[in-house]
C-alpha cells in the first residue's frame, strides 16, 4: 500500500490562487485554468502534470492576505488551541495529595472524631483536586468518592450513592433536552426570531439574545445553552459592515449570552452545575422542590435580565447600530415556519415545565404516587418521549457534557461524608461564634461579599459543592433557614464574569476568541458588582417582607 | 467537480481516501492546523490553506476556493473542545453554524 501519495489537490484556478506568481510562470496557465480547472492527478501521477502553483512554497502568506480580504471581522485563531490542556499533570497532583496529607498528620481536634479529620481530609483534597485540576475535571470529581472509601470514611456503595441522587438525573436529563434544541434547530430558529423581532436595532437585539438565553438556560443546563448560541452570535456579526465596530459588538453579542445563561441558570435547580447541587443539599435535609427553587429564581431573573442589559451596553458604549435583518427573515420563510419536529419539542418542553413547577401539586390533586411527578421523574420521562417521537437517538446523546454529572456527584458526596462524619458541623463550630449577634442583614452582606469574590477565582460548580454542605448546616445550627443562606450563595456564584476559569460559560466566551481578557475583566466588573448588590437587595428586600 | 474540505481528521481522512479513487475530483484542504492526521498518515502530502473557518469568513474564502461542494470534518475541533466543558456542543453548534451560513452545499462529516 502506498503510504505517501501526493497532495490529492491539484489546482486553483487563477482567481482562487492567493500566492503571487514567484517567477510569473503561473500567469496565463492560471488564466486557462479559471476557465476550466483541470482534473486532480491520480494518487501517485508524476508531479509533472501539475502546474507551477505546485510549487508554492507554503500557506502562510495566502492566509494573511485572505484574512486581510475577507472580512471587517479579524478572523479568530487562537479559540482551539487556548482550550488544549495536559491530560494529567503530575505535579499538581502530588500537591493536592501533600495538602490532603498535611490535613491527615496534624492533631485531631478535641472536639472533632477520627472520622471527622478524615472528612477534612477529603475537603481538603476535593478542594484542591477540583481546583487545580490535575486530571480534567470530571475525572478529578470521581477521585473524590475514591479518595473518600482510601480514608476510610465510608465503603464504595455509601461513597458511590450520592452519584444516583434524583437531581443527576434530572440534569443529565436537561443536557439531552438540550440536545434535542440543538439537533432539530431549535435554539438557531429562537435566535433568527430574535433578530428579527428586534428590526435589527443592535441594542434591542442585545436584550431579546439575553432574555432568550436566560430563558433557554432555565431549562437546560446553562452551559450546554451558551454552547449553542455563542456560534449563533457570531454569525450574526457577519452583517456588522463597519470595521471599527465589529469586533466591539461581537464581543457584546458574546457577552450577552454568557451573561444570559449564567443569569438564566439562577431560575431553577437545573439551570447550573452549582444549584443541582444545592438542591440536591437541601432536599437531604428538608423538601425543598423545583416550585420552591423558581419562586425565588424566577424574580431574581426577571430583575438581571434588564439590568445586566444596560450595564453591558454601558461597560461597551456602542452605538446602537442596525444589522441587516433581511437574510434572518429569508432563512425564516425559506424554512417556513417550526417543522413538525421543532413544533414536538416545544410541545414535550412545555409540558415538562407544567410538571416541574406544578408537579407536587398535580400529584396531591389526582393522588397519584407519591414523588411520581418531581422534577427528575419528569425530565427522565420528556426523554424517553422525545426518544419514542424519535427526535433523539442514543447517538445524540452520546456528545452531551456528562462531565458535570460526575462534579455533581463529588459535590453530594462531599456533603454527604461531612454531614456523617460530623466534620460539617465542627466547621459550622468555628464559624458560628462569629456570626451570632449579627443581624441577617449583616451575614448576607458577608456572605454575598466573599462569594462573588472568590467564584472569580474559583470554578463556580466546585465552589458550590464545596461550600453547600457546610450552609446547610450551618443554617440549621444556627436557626437560619437553609434557603436564607444557600440561594444567596448559589445565585452569587451564578455572577462569575470576570476570567475564563470562573465557570464553563466564561470558558466557552474566552475559547470562542472573541472577547480578550481586559474586555472581559472590565465588562464583568462593571455588570458583576451591581449585580451582586441586586442579589443583596432582593433577598434583603424578601427578608423585611418575611417572605424567605 | 470541486470539493472543499475543511478539517482532515480522522472522518476527512476517510473522505479523502474515497475521493482519491475519483480522479476528475479536485479536492482543496484545509485545516486550521498544518499537520492534521490526513497528513501525519501520508493520505496527503500537506494541506493546502492553513486557516480557521469560522461562519465568518466561510463566504469569502468559498468565493476565492470555489467548490462545488463542502465537507466539514469536526472531529479535531471537538478533540480540542473535550476539556472544556459543552465543549462537544460548541464544536458541533459551530459546524451547524458554519454549514447554515454557506452559500454553497455544506455537509458535515
Known amino acids: ?548 | 467537480m470541486r470539493i472543499w474540505l475543511i478539517g482532515a481528521d480522522q472522518a476527512g481522512s476517510e473522505a479523502l481516501q474515497q475521493l482519491q479513487k475519483n480522479p476528475a475530483i479536485t479536492v482543496i484542504v484545509s485545516d486550521a492546523g498544518d499537520k492534521p492526521k490526513a497528513v501525519s498518515d501520508h493520505v496527503i502530502d500537506k494541506v493546502d490553506m492553513v486557516e480557521h473557518v469560522t461562519p465568518v469568513n466561510i463566504n469569502q474564502l468559498a468565493r476565492r476556493i470555489r467548490p462545488d461542494l463542502i465537507l466539514i470534518d469536526a472531529g479535531a475541533a471537538k478533540r480540542a473542545m473535550g476539556s472544556v466543558s459543552s465543549g462537544h456542543v460548541f464544536a458541533e453548534a459551530m459546524q451547524s453554524e458554519i454549514a447554515a451560513t454557506s452559500e454553497l452545499p455544506c455537509l458535515v462529516l
Open chain 1, 1 to 548: 500500500m502506498t503510504t505517501n501519495r501526493p497532495r490529492l489537490k491539484s489546482t486553483l484556478p487563477k482567481r482562487a490562487t492567493w500566492l503571487d506568481a514567484p517567477d510569473g510562470a503561473a500567469g496565463d496557465g492560471g488564466d486557462q485554468n479559471a476557465k476550466t480547472p483541470p482534473a486532480a492527478p491520480a494518487a501517485g501521477q508524476p508531479a509533472a502534470t501539475e502546474p507551477a502553483r505546485r510549487r508554492t512554497p507554503s500557506t502562510t502568506t495566502s492566509k494573511r492576505r485572505l484574512q486581510q480580504r475577507v472580512t471587517p471581522l479579524e478572523i479568530l485563531q487562537q479559540p482551539l488551541e487556548a482550550a488544549g490542556r495536559k491530560v494529567f499533570d503530575l505535579r499538581k497532583f502530588l500537591l493536592v495529595l501533600a495538602l490532603s496529607g498535611l490535613v491527615l498528620l496534624l492533631p485531631t481536634p478535641p472536639s472533632l472524631s477520627q472520622e471527622g479529620h478524615r472528612a477534612l481530609a477529603l475537603f481538603v483534597f476535593t478542594g484542591a483536586s477540583l481546583s487545580l485540576q490535575p486530571v480534567p475535571l470530571p475525572i478529578a470529581a470521581l477521585l473524590v468518592p475514591v479518595a473518600q472509601v482510601a480514608l476510610g470514611i465510608d465503603v464504595v456503595g455509601g461513597a458511590f450513592a450520592p452519584f444516583a441522587d434524583p437531581v443527576i438525573y434530572l440534569i443529565l436529563a436537561s443536557l439531552f433536552l438540550a440536545e434535542a434544541l440543538r439537533k432539530h434547530g431549535l435554539t438557531r430558529r429562537l435566535a433568527l426570531y430574535a433578530i428579527v423581532w428586534s428590526r435589527g436595532y443592535f441594542h434591542r437585539l442585545v436584550l431579546l439574545l439575553i432574555g432568550l438565553t436566560a430563558f433557554l438556560s432555565m431549562w437546560v443546563l446553562n452551559t450546554a445553552t451558551a454552547a449553542m448560541l455563542i456560534p449563533v452570535a457570531i454569525s450574526i456579526a457577519q452583517q456588522i459592515h463597519n470595521k471599527n465596530d465589529a469586533r466591539k459588538l461581537l464581543a457584546v453579542l458574546v457577552l450577552a449570552i454568557g451573561y444570559g445563561a449564567s443569569i438564566g441558570g439562577i431560575g431553577t435547580p437545573m439551570g447550573s452545575g452549582e444549584n443541582a447541587i444545592a438542591s440536591g443539599q437541601m432536599n437531604q435535609s428538608f423538601s425543598f422542590d423545583f416550585f420552591h427553587w423558581i419562586a425565588y429564581g424566577l424574580p431574581m431573573v426577571v430583575a438581571l435580565v434588564p439590568l445586566t442589559w444596560l450595564l453591558l451596553l454601558v461597560a461597551f458604549r456602542v452605538p446602537n447600530v442596525r444589522l441587516e435583518v433581511t437574510p434572518a427573515l429569508r432563512e425564516l420563510v425559506k424554512s417556513r415556519g417550526l417543522t413538525g419536529q421543532q413544533k414536538e419539542i416545544i410541545g414535550v418542553l412545555g409540558l415538562s415545565i407544567l410538571f416541574w413547577v406544578g408537579g407536587s401539586l398535580i400529584e396531591r390533586t389526582l393522588h397519584l404516587p407519591a414523588t411520581l411527578l418531581s422534577s427528575a421523574v419528569v425530565a427522565i420521562m420528556a426523554v424517553a418521549l422525545l426518544s419514542v417521537e424519535e427526535l433523539i437517538d442514543w447517538n445524540d446523546l452520546k456528545g452531551v457534557n456528562w462531565g458535570i454529572i460526575f462534579v455533581i456527584g463529588a459535590g453530594l458526596t462531599l456533603g454527604d461524608a461531612l454531614d456523617k462524619s460530623g466534620a460539617s458541623a465542627w466547621i459550622v463550630s468555628l464559624v458560628e461564634p462569629m456570626l451570632s449577634g449579627l443581624p441577617y442583614v449583616a451575614i448576607l452582606a458577608l456572605l454575598i461579599a466573599s462569594t462573588y469574590i472568590l467564584t472569580q477565582f474559583m470554578n463556580s460548580v466546585t465552589y458550590g459543592a464545596i461550600l453547600s454542605p457546610i450552609l446547610v448546616t450551618l443554617g440549621m445550627s444556627s436557626g437560619i433557614a437553609p434557603p436564607r443562606l444557600i440561594l444567596p450563595f448559589v445565585f452569587t456564584l451564578a455572577l462569575c464574569y470576570l476570567l475564563p476559569n470562573s465557570s464553563a460559560r466564561m470558558t466557552l466566551v474566552a475559547v470562542s476568541g472573541t472577547v480578550d481578557a481586559p474586555s472581559m475583566l472590565r465588562s464583568g466588573l462593571i455588570v458583576g458588582i451591581p449585580s451582586a448588590v441586586l442579589v443583596f437587595l432582593f433577598f434583603t428586600a424578601l427578608s423585611l417582607l418575611g417572605l424567605i
